[in-house]
């Protein structure tokens, strides 16, 4: 019997949640592919974990038997792999920093080296860049000790492993709007200024929880936001942007290259989080460190 830690994961929070739309979004992944992942270990292991009527699941007895168990020894799992990877990059000597594509965190990426420098010497800051999707895949796997990603403001964390959360900083979002649209006139703009313009967003898949409240906060102020190209990345979506495509809702701390064809402009109702994560347990002094200097 072959059976993935993945698809365990899978299954631990579909059984969470006992909702396969919102286990999707927490997990990073679209709905169908979670239930077809819930039915085929079902099939393999011979066990119906989920009754299903209609949209609604709720598990069998079996299945919050499973889910019990299989929780507990996933946190057993995790927590060892995040041991074993810290005692190798204490030989190492480094601190690994994912941070979320397109954000802009210097100086303080510059004040976090002085940090480790003074305190310890002999430890290095290893930074890498990803997108939301595969910055907390690989977090959850203990790839990184921090990450810095970026959120609306009141967002459900999306990571599933016991982790640390600290809100860093809070920042306007900005509409990243082409210089020929009549719009890009403005020094402000809300929301609701803006409910006929064609949307650019980042993918389902690539950030659900923020594509879901997206949607929700332009409801919120009156409108169903049109979107009409979903991407994967801030850049390609940035490049919709600069052929006039669409315009995009962004962090105001996002990076942006000296670009005529784009002007990033504030708005006043909305805001984003700039938050950090780390793993809980255990914490390295090094690590510490570097999360205490983001206390401001």
């Known amino acids: 019997m072959n059976i993935s830690l993945n698809v365990i994961r899978y299954f631990v929070e579909a059984a969470k949640q006992e909702n396969f739309s919102r286990a999707a979004n927490r997990l990073y992944t679209a709905q169908p592919n979670l239930s077809k992942k819930i039915a085929e270990l079902e099939k393999t292991i011979g066990v119906s974990l989920f009754q299903r009527t209609g949209r609604q699941v709720h598990l069998t007895p079996a299945g919050r038997y499973l889910s019990g168990e299989w929780a507990a020894a996933l ?15 204490e030989q190492r000597d480094t601190v690994t920093l994912g941070i979320l594509e397109g954000m802009s965190i210097a100086p303080d990426s510059a004040r976090w080296l002085e ?53 860093w900083e809070t920042c306007s979002g900005v509409i990243a709007i082409n210089t020929r649209d009549p719009m890009s006139g403005h020094s402000s703009l809300t929301l609701p200024m803006l409910s006929g313009e064609n949307f650019i967003s980042l993918s389902r898949d690539e950030a659900p929880e923020g594509y879901l409240q ?24 940035l490049l919709y942007v600069e052929t006039g495509v669409g315009v995009a809702l962004l962090s105001g701390n996002t990076r942006l290259t000296s670009n005529p064809s784009i002007r990033l402009i504030p708005l006043e109702d909305l805001l984003f989080d700039t938050v950090v994560y780390w793993h809980a347990d255990p914490v390295r002094p090094a690590v510490q460190a570097m999360i205490d200097a983001t206390v401001k």
């Open 75 to 89: 946190e057993q799992i995790e927590r060892s792999i995040r041991r074993a990877r810290m005692m190798e990059q």
């Open 115 to 167: 940090i480790l420098h003074e305190r310890y010497p002999d430890v290095q800051l290893h930074m890498e860049r990803s997108g939301m999707h595969q910055l907390f895949q690989d977090f959850d796997a203990g790839k990184y000790d921090i990450v810095v990603a970026s959120e609306f403001r009141g967002a459900q964390p999306p990571v599933r492993s016991q982790c640390g959360r600290r809100v």
């Open 214 to 237: 997206f949607q929700e906060i332009c409801r919120r102020h009156g409108f169903e936001p049109h979107i009409i190209r979903e991407t994967s990345s801030i850049e390609t979506l």
